[in-house]
């Protein structure tokens, strides 16, 4: 019975159970139809409403196939692959589907898998071959060795019951030492027969990014006089899913000049203002800004220019005016 491509539909005093069958060879013959309902107070009994013949199918003689694995090359440290495998006689007739990625068809130092469609059961094997397991495909669990991970919980299969092809989607977490160029083999088995193993595609492991981080900043004011101040945005990107702690610091300031950051640590992406104030007696000139973050080992810079223009020293004087010659009602401008 596929229960997913079954139904009922209610109506008033009527129910309607409409149910996908499919049945065995060896139950040919012809068949009655016995039904039976019960409710809360009463129960009907059995009762004929009708026969049907059921007849032999003649099941496929070829053998099962694996066909194709998606993405059938490519790199990375981890993939959703999905593995395809066919059966004349529907997917219910598969018993097992085996996957090994390997430099070469071995199952020890292998990321080697068995699943049995059935009952969604999934081993990897270990270091020497040895099967571990099992999960269920669907649900939370992880099984793991020195090649890989195998997310059970995020892993799914599609196609069931009469449907001839069978998708294995299996989510897949290389580890550092497996780097490398590896072959996708399949295999896939029925009640009678196995269709042994065939290359399917290749993938190469790479190495697990490193976590790391890039810091920026804006350009300023560019210029300010001595006594005043200014203010840096400084950015912190996370690259590789890094999120550690960045603490600040600031050098290149001349004398009679201080900097400040608003934090003096912020953890992941983050975005931090730094402010500069300078002194009457600081000195003139144009100087780079250095901002450097420091998280653990890492160490990274940017850099922005500032210049101060000196105070100047004694009593305003009058400057000009413009015009300052002419003549008319009124116009004048004083400098």
Same mark, same amino acid.
């Given at each position: 019975?596929?229960?997913?491509?079954?139904?009922?539909?209610?109506?008033?005093?009527?129910?309607?159970?409409?149910?996908?069958?499919? +049945?065995?060879?060896?139950?040919?013959?012809?068949?009655?139809?016995?039904?039976? $309902?019960?409710?809360?107070?009463?129960?009907?009994?059995?009762?004929?409403?009708?026969?049907?013949?059921?007849?032999?199918?003649?099941?496929? @003689?070829?053998?099962?196939?694996?066909?194709? $694995?998606?993405?059938?090359?490519?790199?990375?440290?981890?993939?959703?692959?999905?593995?395809?495998?066919?059966?004349?006689?529907? /997917?219910?007739?598969?018993?097992?589907?085996?996957?090994?990625?390997?430099?070469?068809?071995?199952?020890?130092?292998?990321?080697?898998?068995?699943?049995?469609?059935?009952?969604?059961?999934?081993?990897?094997?270990?270091?020497?071959?040895?099967?571990?397991?099992?999960?269920?495909?669907?649900?939370?669990?992880?099984?793991?060795?020195?090649?890989?991970?195998?997310?059970?919980?995020?892993?799914?299969?599609?196609?069931?019951?009469?449907?001839?092809?069978?998708?294995?989607?299996?989510?897949?977490? +290389?580890?550092?030492?497996?780097?490398?160029?590896?072959? /996708?083999?399949?295999? $896939?088995?029925?009640?009678?027969?196995?269709?042994?193993?065939?290359?399917?595609?290749?993938?190469?492991? *790479?190495?697990?990014?490193?976590?790391?981080?890039? =810091?920026?900043?804006?350009?300023?004011?560019?210029?300010?006089?001595?006594?005043?101040?200014?203010?840096?945005?400084?950015?912190?990107?996370?690259?590789?899913?890094?999120?550690?702690?960045?603490?600040?610091?600031?050098?290149?300031?001349?004398?009679?000049?201080?900097?400040?950051?608003? +934090?003096? @640590?912020?953890?992941?992406?983050?975005?931090?203002?730094?402010?500069?104030?300078? *002194?009457?007696?600081?000195?003139?000139?144009?100087?780079?800004?250095?901002?450097?973050?420091?998280?653990?080992?890492?160490?990274?810079?940017?850099?922005?220019?500032?210049? =101060?223009?000196?105070?100047?020293?004694?009593?305003?004087?009058?400057?000009?005016?413009?015009?300052?010659?002419?003549?008319?009602?009124?116009?004048?401008?004083?400098?």
């Amino acid at each position: 019975m596929d229960a997913g491509a079954s139904s009922s539909a209610a109506s008033g005093n009527a129910l309607t159970l409409n149910l996908a069958l499919g +049945f065995k060879a060896a139950f040919a013959g012809p068949k009655n139809i016995y039904m039976e $309902v019960q409710d809360a107070t009463a129960d009907s009994g059995w009762s004929l409403h009708g026969t049907w013949t059921v007849s032999g199918s003649v099941e496929s @003689s070829s053998p099962p196939a694996p066909l194709s $694995v998606t993405p059938n090359m490519g790199s990375g440290a981890s993939e959703n692959f999905e593995f395809a495998f066919s059966d004349p006689n529907g /997917v219910a007739d598969i018993s097992s589907v085996q996957i090994d990625i390997n430099a070469q068809l071995a199952v020890a130092g292998a990321c080697y898998v068995y699943f049995v469609p059935n009952s969604l059961a999934i081993y990897l094997a270990d270091d020497t071959g040895a099967w571990q397991g099992p999960m269920t495909v669907g649900r939370v669990g992880i099984l793991q060795n020195s090649q890989c991970v195998v997310d059970a919980g995020n892993s799914a299969i599609l196609g069931a019951g009469t449907n001839t092809t069978l998708t294995v989607i299996l989510a897949v977490s +290389f580890n550092p030492a497996f780097v490398g160029t590896k072959n /996708v083999y399949m295999e $896939v088995q029925n009640r009678a027969q196995d269709s042994g193993w065939a290359l399917k595609g290749t993938w190469t492991v *790479t190495g697990v990014p490193t976590p790391d981080f890039s =810091i920026s900043m804006s350009a300023g004011p560019g210029s300010i006089t001595a006594s005043s101040s200014a203010q840096y945005t400084v950015t912190v990107t996370a690259i590789n899913g890094f999120n550690g702690t960045v603490t600040f610091g600031v050098s290149g300031l001349p004398s009679g000049v201080t900097g400040s950051f608003t +934090f003096t @640590s912020e953890p992941g992406s983050s975005s931090n203002t730094l402010t500069i104030a300078t *002194t009457a007696g600081a000195s003139p000139g144009t100087f780079p800004i250095t901002v450097t973050g420091t998280s653990g080992s890492l160490q990274h810079s940017a850099s922005a220019s500032l210049t =101060i223009t000196g105070t100047s020293s004694g009593p305003p004087v009058p400057a000009s005016v413009t015009p300052n010659a002419g003549t008319g009602l009124r116009h004048a401008e004083c400098r």
